[in-house]
C-alpha cells in the first residue's frame, strides 16, 4: 500500500486438535481470504496447526511428520501470494522439540522462529526446549532455512516494512523492527483483557512499534481451560483493532509504517544487530479503511473530555502559580478580549491564584476596545472578569493608535498591516508598563495553533511574559472552555457559551454594523484542519503529499479535496515561513506531547525554504 500503510491482519481460525492437515485447509482458506483483501501481512495464532494442549503428542513422530505434510500444503498455496504469512506449529530438531513459528512468503519459507523460555501455562516448559543460540542453516521441506531468533523480515522496496517475531505476551527482544508479531495462546479467566492490553500497549509505546497478537481460539478449549482468542493489533501504545471473544476470523486495520519509523529515529536509540531476511509484499495503493479522528488533540470519549479538561487546566494553573512565586510576583496582568485564548487565559489565572489561596483581585484583567471592537466581544468580556471577581481595568486605545499612526504618517483610511498591527502593539505595550506599576507578571494568551501559523503581530500580542496556552491548539481550547462551561452556572455559563459562539477574531478592522467582520478562519483557514495538519505533520512526521491523503480520507463530505488543498498549502507556506517568531517566543507551559518551544522541543532554521514542501503537495 502506498504512504507508508502496511494492510495488516490477524486470522483466529476453527482449530482442529490434533489434526494437522484439517487445520492446514482451514489456514489456507484463510490466506486466500486475506489475500483478497489486500492484506500484506497476516499472523495466525501460536501452534495454529496442531493445536495447543496436545502434551506428550508433541513428541510423537507421527504428529510431527504431518505437521509437515501440512505446512508444505500451506507453502504450495501461498505461491504468488504477495504476503508475509506466519503459521505456529511444533518443529524437531536435533532431537528436541521448539514450539516455533514459520515465516512463509510466496510458495517459500523463509525462516523457522523458536520461542525461548516458554512459559509455564499450558506447561508449555514441560514439552518445549528453550532455544537461545545462535542463528543457523538447517532444512525443512527439502529446502535450506535460516533457523533462530535474531531475526528481522525486510519487504524489499521498502526499508520501513520491517517484522520481528515474539510469542506471548511478553516480548522476547527489543528489536529494531517497525512491526512484532506475537503468536500467543492464552487462556481466557478474568482479568485477562486487562492484562494483555496493557502489557501489548506498553511494550508498542516503549519500543515505538506495532503489535499484532494473534491468540488461540475457543477451538482450542478443553480439560481445564478456555480460550477466547482475543486478539489485538496496536501501533505506538493505542489499539487499532480487536476481535469480539469466543468469535473466529480476521482482524484487520492498516498500520503507518512510516509513522513508526518517524518515531524510532527521533527517539535515538542503539538497536540489536540482527540477520535481515527478504521478502515480497504486495505494495499497490489501495484504498485507506483506518479511521482517523477529525480533532486529533481532543479526546473522543465524553468522559475522558471533562477528565482531560480538567487536568489541563490544572497543568497550566500549577506552572503559573509556580512562576508567580519565583518572579515575585504581586499581581498577574494579561488582556482579555471577549475570545477563546484570553477567556482561557482568564480561567488558568483565576486557578491559578485560588491554589494560592490570595484573593482573586490580585488578578488585573485590561479590556482594550479599538476600532474592530464589538459590543459583543466587549461586554462578554466584562461579564467574564466581573463572574470570576477579577479586577477590571476598561482602557480604550483608539486615541492613541490614532495618534501613533499619525506620528508615523501612515495613509488615512488605510485597513493594511500596519492599521492592524499598531493596535496588537499598543495593547502590548500597555499590558507591560501596567505590569511593571504594579510588580505583575504579564500572561500571554495566545496557542499553539496560532503559533504553528505565525498568527500573531511580531512583538506584539506575540510577547509576553508567560504563555500559559501556547502548547494547546485551538480545537483543544474550544473542548476545554466548553467543559469548563458545562460545569458553570448563572452568569459565568451564560458568558462562557456566548463566547464559545463567537467567530474567532482579532477584531483589528472595523465591524459591520458591530458585527465581527475579520474572521480568522477565512483567512488562514478552518481550525480543525489547521490542527489536524500540525498533529501529523510534527507528531506522526507525515509528509505533504501523506497529510494530503489522509485529509481527503478523513474530511471527506465536509470539505472539499479544492479546500484541503489551498489549506494544506497556506499551512506549509505560514509554518515554514513563521518560524522566526517562534525562535524568539516566550516561555510557555507544555500540556501535551506536541510543544513548539525552541527550547528543547521542536524546532527548525528560520530561513528553510517552502519549495520542498509545497512541490511534494
Known sequence: MDFG????????????????IKNAKNIINAITEANEKGIELLSFPELSLTGVNLNDLYFNNGLLDESLCALNEIVIATKNIKMLVVVGMPFKKDNLVYNTAVVINDGKILAVVPETNPSSISLKNKYFANFNGENEVIEILGKKVVFGTNLIFNEKT?????????????????????ISVNLSSEPEWVGKEEYIKTCLSAFSKSNNSAVLFANAGSGETGTDLVYSGRSYIYENGKLLSENIPFNFGLIQTEIDIDYLSYKKSKAERIANKQEVVYFSANRNEQSLERKYSKTPFVPQDENEKSKRADLILDIQAEGLKNRFIRSYSKTLVMGLSGGLDSTLALLVCHRAIKKLNISTKSITAITMPCFGTTSRTLDNSITLAKALGVTLKKIDISKS????????????????????????RERTQILMDVANMEGGL????????????????????????????????????????NQYAVKSRGKLKAVLLDILGTPVSPELLPPDKDTIAQKTEDIVGPYDLHDFFLYHFISRGASPKKLKYIAYHTFNGLYSKETIDKWLKKFFTRFITQQFKRSCSPEGIKTGSISLSPRGEFNMPADTLTEMWLKDL
Open 442 to 481: 504579564v500572561v500571554g494568551t495566545g496557542d499553539l495553533s496560532e503559533v504553528a501559523l505565525g498568527w500573531s503581530t511580531y512583538n506584539g500580542d506575540h510577547m509576553s511574559m508567560f504563555a500559559v496556552n501556547s502548547s494547546l491548539p485551538k480545537t483543544l481550547i474550544r473542548e476545554v472552555v
Open 158 to 178: 521498502n526499508q520501513n516494512f520491517t517484522t520481528s517475531i515474539s510469542f506471548g505476551v511478553k516480548v522476547d527482544n527489543l528489536t529494531n523492527s517497525n
Open 5 to 20: 500503510f502496511v494492510k495488516s491482519g490477524v486470522f483466529i481460525p476453527k482449530t482442529n486438535i490434533c489434526a494437522p
Open 401 to 424: 493608535v490614532t495618534r501613533h499612526l499619525k506620528d508615523i504618517k501612515h495613509q488615512q483610511g488605510a485597513l493594511d498591516i500596519a492599521f492592524e498591527n499598531a493596535q496588537a
